[in-house]
């Protein structure tokens, strides 16, 4: 059976498409639109709601939330695409019939829209200058900023201990428990010693995958929706096109969104979770060692860089050279 989508008017003038994905989750899915409706601007944005094959009772209720909105779709995928596979079905679905907008945000549906005026800070960004953006992402359980989500490339060493952690299901499950509390203790001590700098821009290598900004450049230069993983690669899968592609990745804590953590897929690792986790890492690994050849010759010559390297950097006034 065949993926479809469910339309309302379309807004044929969307500056800004937003796909968020739901896996029976209706009441969070539904919470993140009516967070994104209050928001200004939003007449000239597109939102486009994925379902993972959630199932009947999800499917009616977000069909008969969206009747109110003109510019909300729900697209029905036959089958669970996992992240990037549905997220790249609501894009597909939406450009049969549009061009490119300036942007396209993939999100979590635990997301929150604090900032009402964050479409239109994001409005007055140079879609044509970056390759992605990545906002500040308050986390639920830290109260900071989840962005950068890697600040440097990875050296290999790096990257042998992130396969070392997921070659056994219970280091991974102890992990998981840890992670809010260390990355506590590290904020406390990074705000005694290294005070944040505010709304300043920095290039960085990764975004984190809750919120995604892709500009138009992004797809203009070659980029696409990678979705030949299921989850917990996108961080990675990103980095490297970019980087293939010398587009920046640029932190903006301008940009504000609130992440309650733990909806989307629980707190809890679960069996299926981990070998997820571990299969979209063997992808991250590929791509780490290979990148994206299909991209053509990289903009830049990327073979003899150091592990910290990355995309183009930003200079102090934060202008892309």
């Not at 679905?93 to 549906?109: K, T």
């Not at 929150?112 to 007055?124: A, G, I, K």
């Not at 996108?234 to 980095?239: D, G, L, S, T």
């Amino acid at each position: 059976m065949k993926d479809r989508w469910y339309k309302s008017t379309v807004n044929n003038d969307s500056r800004v498409v937003i796909i968020t994905v739901n896996i029976r989750n209706a009441g969070c899915t539904l919470q993140f639109l009516e967070s994104a409706s209050r928001l200004e601007g939003f007449a000239l944005c597109q939102v486009l709601i994925v379902d993972n094959n959630s199932g009947a009772d999800d499917v009616s209720r977000i069909r008969a939330a969206i009747c109110r909105f003109s510019n909300v779709e729900l697209v029905e995928a036959q089958q669970n695409l996992g992240y990037f596979g549905a997220a790249n079905l609501g894009l597909q679905s939406f450009l049969v019939n549009h061009g490119l907008p300036d942007w396209v945000i993939i999100s979590n549906n635990d997301i929150v829209f604090e900032d009402t005026r964050f479409l239109s800070r994001l409005f007055q960004k140079d879609s044509l200058a970056v390759g992605m953006l990545a906002p500040a992402i308050i986390s639920a359980l830290t109260q900071h900023d989840a962005n950068p989500s890697i600040r440097h490339r990875p050296s290999q060493l790096r990257m042998l201990r992130y396969r070392l952690w997921l070659s056994n299901y219970y280091a991974m499950r102890f992990k998981q428990w840890l992670s809010p509390y260390v990355r506590r203790v590290r904020y406390r001590f990074y705000q005694r010693t290294a005070p944040p700098a505010g709304a300043v821009q920095r290039a960085i290598y990764a975004p984190h995958g809750a919120f995604l900004i892709f500009s138009r450049q992004f797809f203009e230069a070659g980029g696409f929706i990678d979705a030949d993983f299921f989850l917990y690669a996108e961080e990675f899968i990103v980095a490297e096109m970019c980087r293939r592609l010398d587009l920046p990745i640029v932190h903006d804590p301008e940009l504000r969104v609130w992440h309650a953590e733990g909806q989307t897929l629980g707190r809890k690792l679960s069996r299926s979770s981990y070998l997820h986790q571990r299969n979209g890492f063997r992808y991250a690994w590929y791509r780490y060692q290979k990148s994206y050849p299909e991209l053509g010759p990289p903009r830049v010559d990327i073979a003899g860089e150091g592990a910290a390297a990355g995309p183009r950097s930003l200079t102090a006034e934060g202008d892309v050279r």
